[in-house]
């Protein structure tokens, strides 16, 4: 079963920052997992939430703001005073940290809530190179740009996100189209998300970071786990 750093090694240093991406670059982990959003620039940026207000001393919607207002603010000191002064990376930014490992990335597309129109075109023109294409996985809960990644650039794997335990998984995945499952730790568990995994859907599951999770889902044959501490995960599941 493959792990994933969920938004760096979000655990131990601030989600989505760049040293939360170097701390998860040094492990030996399959991959790493981050979200973006577009700002009111057309910039593309790595931050889990539609506000800033929670992992920041700012306030307000990325949407608002410019990149150059989004950088004046720090993204390290709620998590603690340790991490004073890390700012919000671009999806660049993030793509460098791993140009040299072999760790594969999973893209998170957080146009559930606002659409951001021309994201998926944004983000296809900095990951679909020779380098990249063959690590990258394109997620959303957001269906509809998944479907569009598919039609942009077929070599590409996508992963249907979802909350909920579905009756058919299975086709409704294929009706998108998209290759990949994601699901919420629970879901994944269920007989629809286990009958997929039979047809050789990956199932990725979150956010797992308890031992005693991890063991469930591994005797289910889940693909990957996206976990909060990629250390702990690895050195548990490789012992
Ligand atoms: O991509 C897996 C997981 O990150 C989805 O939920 O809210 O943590 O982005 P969330
Ligand atoms: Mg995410």
Redo the contacts with the bound molecule.
């Keep these: 079963m493959d792990i994933?750093a969920?938004?760096g090694s979000s655990g131990t240093h601030p989600e989505n920052t760049l040293i939360a991406f170097r701390e998860a670059a040094q492990l030996a982990v399959y991959g790493v997992?981050?979200?973006v959003h577009l700002t009111k620039d057309d910039h593309l940026v790595v931050i889990?939430d539609e506000r800033i207000d929670r992992t920041s001393n700012g306030t307000g919607f990325v949407k608002d703001m410019t990149l150059e207002e989004l950088r004046s603010y720090d993204f390290g000191s709620w998590f603690s005073s340790e991490f004073k002064g890390e700012i919000i990376p671009t999806l660049e930014e993030v793509l460098d940290v791993f140009s040299t490992s072999s760790h594969h990335l999973?893209i998170?597309l957080?146009s559930d809530i606002f659409p951001y129109i021309g994201m998926v075109e944004k983000v296809l023109s900095l990951v679909n190179t020779e380098s990249l294409k063959s690590r990258i996985v394109i997620?959303s809960?957001d269906h509809e740009a998944i479907r569009l990644v598919k039609m942009l650039a077929p070599q590409i794997e996508t992963?249907a996100?979802f909350?909920e335990s579905l009756v058919n998984p299975l086709a409704y995945l294929q009706s998108i189209p998209a290759d990949a499952l994601?699901l919420?730790m629970p879901a994944a568990i269920r007989s629809g998300a286990l009958d997929a995994m039979a047809n050789g859907v990956n199932v990725?599951a979150?956010?797992v970071n308890e031992e005693m999770y991890a063991d469930a889902l591994k005797s289910c044959g889940v693909t990957a786990i996206?976990t909060d501490y990629p250390k702990k995960m690895l050195d548990y599941l490789s012992s």
Excluded: G, I, Q
């Design positions: 994933f969920h938004r997992e981050f979200d889990h999973n998170e957080k997620s809960f992963a996100l909350m994601h919420f990725r979150f956010t996206f």
